[in-house]
């Protein structure tokens, strides 16, 4: 699917200030050492980069049609509440990866697809 650049601008940027926002907050709230996690970064990144490959692709329809858009992420939030832990660390972890993750895919699905054209 082509995108418009500045909807990959706005990616890119809202991605960058989202891990400065989430490592401000991690900072300001807890007192042990921020420590990234190898594991939860990956679940991150992983579920974020699926996520909008499905999109993209319009797999199941989820694109287009609303409901199943809904069902889609209604679905993935419940997975992802039931099998992640309720734990700070691993939550910023996630939050990192899923804002590397967009990164990621954008820069590769959107910039460098481009340049190769």
Known sequence: MERHWSRTALDLLSSVLTI?????LWRQTSDEP???????LLAGVTSTVCSRVLYDR?????????????TYYGVHALVARRLLPDDDVANYNIAIGS??????????NDVFSRLLE
């Open 20 to 24: 400065a926002s989430i490592s401000y």
């Open 34 to 40: 921020s420590t990234l996690s190898p594991r939860w």
């Open 58 to 70: 319009d797999a199941l329809e989820i694109r287009n049609q609303k409901g199943r858009r809904f």
């Open 99 to 108: 804002a590397l993750g967009t990164i990621a895919y954008v820069v590769w």
